[in-house]
């Protein structure tokens, strides 16, 4: 029977995350069909362990059971804290997930983190979330990387003004990274949460969003850092809209060139409705 209860309840939370939209804050929507299936698979052996349930014979009376039953009872007497342990375990996510709230992911995280680019630090890049800049070279071969990137410098070479918004924020802002210079000069829209540092200018920000390659076990924060009027104030996770020319500044913490917008046009906009962005394939 707790089988049944233990299925049933991954059958419903994965129903609910669904249900909810919530299922977007833990994986790229991009492989929504896997989580999808496993709801119809929780459903299959759900049904399968209720027909075995029902079907079972009377269950056996121990008591009338003799010596020679067919049954080792030598280690029974300690199996109750091993099932408890393990209807525990099971039992812990579906608790978790449906009760706990789901926590969007802010500034004060990247306050904790700090930024950095995880291609200049020792150690396994795989196991490092990214900061500032997209990079998936450790998703491709080189020659299959160098060819994203050339299609990518291409498609924003045709354009005229370049809007980063959520479904294309992390494969173009990852192309304006690696290519800075081939796009001076070119007005370029992005919408995100402000960050501000101690040991920053006054009149400089970072505009972030929180992205997923895959799932939340690789999201980064994502975004660019922003030359503001002199007249403009903002607090941390409070959302904007800028739009401005890009240019190029060797930013010394990071000890880097990297792209910085000249922002023209701002105004603060609600957070959206899904704050992620999500890189696609």
Not at 52 to 77: T, V
Not at 83 to 93: K, N
Request: glycine share 6%; aromatic share 16%.
């Amino acid at each position: 029977m707790l089988r049944i209860l233990v299925l049933i309840g991954f059958t419903y939370l994965f129903m609910h995350l669904h249900a909810s939209g919530n299922i977007s804050k833990y994986i790229n929507m991009k492989y929504s069909y896997i989580s999808e299936s496993a709801i119809y698979i929780f459903i299959f052996f759900t049904l399968i362990c209720i027909f075995f349930y029902i079907k079972r014979d009377n269950p056996h009376d121990h008591a009338l059971c003799g010596p020679d039953c067919g049954h080792n009872h030598d280690n029974e007497d300690n199996t109750w804290w091993k099932r408890s342990f393990t209807f525990f375990v099971l039992i812990l996510p579906i608790t978790t997930g449906l009760f706990l709230p789901t926590a969007t992911l802010d500034s004060n995280i990247v306050a904790k983190k700090g930024l950095f680019f995880s291609a200049y630090k020792e150690g396994d890049a795989y196991s490092q979330h990214q900061f500032l800049q997209p990079d998936t070279t450790s998703y491709y071969g080189k020659n299959d990387y160098s060819e994203l990137m050339d299609k990518g410098v291409k498609k924003l070479q045709k354009q005229k003004t370049i809007t980063l918004g959520e479904n294309n924020l992390l494969n173009d802002l990852e192309t304006l990274y690696n290519y800075p210079g081939q796009f001076i000069d070119k007005q370029v829209t992005i919408t995100g949460f402000a960050y501000k540092e101690k040991e920053m200018n006054q009149n400089q920000i970072f505009l972030l969003r929180f992205g997923i390659i895959h799932c939340i076990a690789d999201s980064g924060v994502y975004g660019m850092l922003l030359d503001l009027p002199k007249d403009v104030q903002t607090k941390n996770d409070e959302w904007l809209q800028v739009s401005g020319n890009l240019e190029t500044i060797y930013y010394q913490p990071f000890k880097k060139t990297i792209p910085v917008l000249k922002v023209t046009s701002w105004k603060k906009v609600a957070e959206p409705k899904d704050p992620y962005a999500y890189r696609s394939y």
